[in-house]
């Protein structure tokens, strides 16, 4: 399985950005994908969970600001981030389970800053 992300970039405080994560290959029905982020120095963290039954979870931090939905197709998910902050500056990496296995993308860069 192979995910890429896309959607990063620079963004100044209280704007908005929507990241996007397709994966391809031995695509499972049953899954979970996730939006995880790591910031320069800090250790990785979970920013939200949708699953192929629809259920979404958030980091506290992100609720009300952050909303991950699944495209129709299930191979795609977003993350639509809104009234972004410099804290949320990290490198965001997109996560899928199926069966037992985890798989990463590559990363896609958030910068917040004026």
């Known amino acids: 399985v192979q995910l890429v992300e896309s959607g990063g970039g620079l963004v100044q405080p209280g704007g908005s950005l929507r990241l996007s994560c397709t994966a391809s290959?031995?695509?499972?029905?049953?899954?979970?994908m996730r939006w995880y982020r790591q910031a320069p120095g800090k250790q990785r963290e979970l920013v939200a969970t949708?699953?192929?039954?629809?259920?979404?979870t958030y980091a506290d931090s992100m609720k009300g600001r952050f909303t991950i939905t699944g495209a129709n197709n299930k191979n795609t998910v977003y993350l639509q981030m809104n009234s972004l902050k410099p804290e949320d500056t990290a490198v965001y990496y997109c996560?899928?389970?199926?069966?037992?296995?985890?798989?990463w993308g590559q990363g896609t860069q958030v910068t917040v800053s004026s």
């Open positions: 290959g031995s695509i499972f029905s049953v899954y979970s």
């Open positions: 996560n899928r389970i199926q069966g037992a296995t985890g798989y």
């Open positions: 949708i699953t192929s039954g629809g259920t979404t």
